[in-house]
């Protein structure tokens, strides 16, 4: 979430300014739970029959979707686009282990892109899904495109947006990991990030580009989300979440066979385009089932940005006959959405 490591540099130093203070913060396995905060939109869910417990909240009505978020977030960055999609899926968007209303195991739980993936098969065996529609947000994509590799009975297609096969070397949460490493001084990084005072200034980092652009009130919203990543934070999950770009098993040999038609949607504004170009070329060489879509002016977390035309996209790939219903909300004049460029390969899926 906190991607820019220059941004990273100084939130640290200051961090070393108000250790003192903010020690004590988060010491404790209270303090370390998010008090919880009803859904706004849906029903929340918790597993029974899982070891630990998984939050989701559950919405819509149609063929199942699971919604995987990001590294540090949660369920709630799929905020924008929940009422979108709720019309035509059946919705279940989830917290991954140590976010949110989840469970933090701390002791037989590496937080690895594998380990997740087994948490959500595991969810669809308790809710008898034998088949659905993954749709993942960066680490949430790596998850989404695990489970397509691993468990491809199960899936039946995977929206990824900047996620990734090929994991993003070095760790762009490297510093931020060395930090939380250090107990006092991670103790101190999570009591100011719990506090609030940073939501403006991640927010920022998060949208990056986008920011500027953005209306007071879709700012006010974004910032409301990012203050639910930030107030579940812990020390210890978060920094297995920063180890787990790197500690997460590689699975490119198994993605290579992937049978589910998978759209991956990036941004060209993205801070991790690189890494995104690395998979793209990844997608082109091995996975001829991939529809590759980039919005010109987009960036890493496209849920957030444009929740109507990513909507649209996973619409019009997953259930084209449902699509159009979808954009004529979106424009009115019956033209092309603007800013996306489209390959080869996703002009010949969609003419």
Known sequence: ??????????????????????????????????????????????????????HYVEVGEGPPAILIPGLFGTYRGFSRMLPLLAPHFSLIALDNFGTGDSDRPDSDFGYT????????????DELKIPQCTLIGVSYGGMIALNIAA????????????????????????QFMEQGLDTPLLGDAIIGFIRSGLL??????DVMGYAWPKMDAEDKAEVKDIISHYTDAASRQTW????????????????AKVIKAPVLYLSGDKSSFREMTETNIDYFKNYLPNVSLVSFEDGIHDLELQKPQETASMILEFVAPERSRALASTTR??????????????YEKAYQ
């Open 199 to 204: 939501d403006t200034v991640i927010a920022k």
């Open 1 to 54: 979430m906190i991607k820019n490591l220059a941004l990273q540099t100084q939130f640290l130093l200051l961090i070393l300014l108000l250790c003192t203070s903010c020690a004590q913060v988060a010491t404790t396995s209270e303090a370390l739970r998010a008090p919880k905060a009803p859904a706004q939109y849906g029903v929340d869910r918790f597993t029974t029959e899982q070891k630990h417990n998984a």
């Open 332 to 345: 009115q004049d019956g033209q092309a959405l603007p800013g996306i460029s489209h390959n080869d390969q």
């Open 113 to 124: 892109v594998p380990e997740q993936a087994d948490m959500i098969v595991n969810l669809m």
């Open 150 to 173: 691993r468990y491809p009975n199960r899936v039946s297609a995977v929206v990824c947006i900047e996620g990734a096969v090929i994991m993003p070397k070095p760790s762009p949460y």
């Open 239 to 254: 920094l297995s979440l920063a180890r787990a770009l790197r500690t997460s098993k590689d699975f490119t040999e198994e």
